[in-house]
C-alpha cells in the first residue's frame, strides 16, 4: 500500500485545511487509518486515527473539537479536516496504515503498529 497526503499549506490563525490520503497499491477499507504530525525540532505524534471496521475515531487532547477525521474506502482516501487552526499546529502531517487491527491499534498512536507511511505534507499556521 502506498500513502500521499495533500491539502497543507499556510494558513493564518483560525483558519482551516482539508489533509487527503490517498490509498493505491491496495485497499484502505483493510486498514485502520492513522494521523501524525512532527513539528520543528519536536518528536512525530499521533493525531487522529480512524478505524478499520467501525468507524471509531480517536484524537489526541490538543485538537479534539478542532480536527475531524474521516474515510472514504470507495475512493480508497482518508481525509483530516482541520479547523480553527493555531501555530502550535504547525508541523509536517503523515497519514499512515495499520494493517489487520480491528478497530484500531491498542493504543490508536503506537507508531510501531503502523505498517505503511506518506512522504507527508506541510501545515503551516502563521499570520
Known amino acids: 500500500l502506498q500513502l500521499v497526503e495533500s491539502g497543507g499549506g499556510l494558513v493564518q490563525p483560525g483558519g482551516s485545511l482539508r489533509l487527503s490520503c490517498v490509498g493505491s497499491?491496495?485497499?484502505?477499507?483493510?486498514?485502520?487509518i492513522g494521523w501524525f504530525r512532527q513539528a520543528p525540532g519536536k518528536e512525530r505524534e499521533g493525531v487522529s486515527c480512524?478505524?478499520?471496521?467501525?468507524?471509531?475515531?480517536y484524537y489526541t487532547d490538543s485538537v479534539k473539537g478542532r480536527f475531524t477525521v474521516s474515510r472514504d474506502n470507495a475512493k480508497n482516501t482518508a481525509y483530516l479536516q482541520v479547523d480553527n487552526l493555531k501555530p502550535e499546529d504547525t508541523a509536517i502531517y503523515y497519514c499512515?496504515?495499520?494493517?489487520?487491527?480491528?478497530?484500531?491499534?491498542?493504543?490508536?498512536?503506537?507508531?510501531?503498529?503502523?505498517?505503511?507511511w506518506g512522504q507527508g505534507t506541510q501545515v503551516t499556521v502563521s499570520s
Open positions: 497499491g491496495g485497499f484502505m477499507r483493510f486498514f485502520a
Open positions: 480512524i478505524a478499520m471496521s467501525d468507524g471509531s475515531t
Open positions: 499512515a496504515a495499520a494493517e489487520y487491527f480491528a478497530p484500531a491499534p491498542n493504543p490508536w498512536h503506537a507508531q510501531d503498529e503502523y505498517d505503511y
